[in-house]
């Protein structure tokens, strides 16, 4: 069984939200993902994925900005990590 | 740097703020397009030293003088980093066909976080870019988030991303900290970029034609949503936009929709 792990970046904390940035690592060598090679999304919201398989293993926490730091931006913030075992 | 005419009006200057980048297709003419890549795998591109005058930096009758004087690159140069820049480094970025990797996306340098001044990064490509050549990907909007180097490696695809394609002769002007790298080259051709990063010599105010500062086109430009961006953040975005360009126009009561005047409000407080 290898790992096969879909990441994606959602517009809200919410899983149903929209996919706004996404990458994927193939750990059965079937497939070669890189930067910058596809300008469509896997999936439509982060359920569309569990809808086809991807089991959800990580979310990203809901961290209060740092004081002083509150308009500041930075990495996106809605990280979601899927897998399936292939 | 030969005129300050070719000015960039204030909408693309706003377009710039917002966006990180202004690209001008097929500005370079054949002559010049054709000369580079001979020149670049020969290698004779000069060294500079950092912080060199342009006029020192790059001799007469060389391409990357050539470059720099052509009007609009001149006029465009001169809007956005203001006049008589220094030059930090310049380098042939090539592609080669097959290689495999793409780079990781990158904001060059390190994290550089300056809100009312900002390096400039020329990006000229000789040659027609094609989809499969690994034109440079970016990520419009970007530069003024708050990351380090390839910290964002881990991204490999963004709703709203450029994957460069372009005629021969295009040259893109970039803000130093947008998200950028070289696509891997799926094709049979050596894919070239020609970068020199810019240092801003004077402050960056007004450098442009301001005649259109109040075009409401202006507020409308720093306003763009990019569809990468979470809704909520891509509100501060605008709120970082408004005061980049109230530095630039020095101009402290610029606003839109009240979003920095709103929480600043603080009636009777020091």
Known sequence: ?86 | MTTTKHLLTSVETARFVANGYHRMDAIVPPGLNERAIPEFDAGQQPHVDYGTPVKDAFPEGSISRALLDIPAVAGALQSLVGPDPTVDHHHVHVREPHEGNAQPLHGDAIIDTRIDAFDVQLMYYPQEVTADMGGTLSVPGSHLRRTNESDTGRYQNLRGQTRLTCPPGTVVLLHHGIWHGGRRNDSDIRRYMYKIRFNPTVPQVRTWDVSDLDDPQVAEALSVFHPWSEHATARLEIYNRIKMWRALTNDPSFDIDYWATRVANRPGRV
Do not use: C
């Not at chain 1, 059965?28 to 569309?48: H, I, L, M, Q, R």
């Not at chain 1, 293993?57 to 399936?84: M, N, R, V």
């Open chain 1, 1 to 86: 069984m290898k790992q096969h792990v879909l990441v994606l970046y959602l517009n809200t904390s919410g899983l149903d939200s929209q996919v706004l940035a996404w990458a994927e690592y193939d750990g059965t060598g079937k497939t070669n993902p890189t930067t910058g090679d596809g300008d469509d999304p896997p999936y439509e919201t982060g359920v569309e994925a569990l809808r086809d398989g991807w089991r959800l293993f990580q979310a990203s926490q809901l961290i209060p900005p740092y004081p002083g730091h509150e308009y500041d931006t930075s990495f996106l913030k809605h990280e979601f990590w899927f897998e399936k075992l292939e």
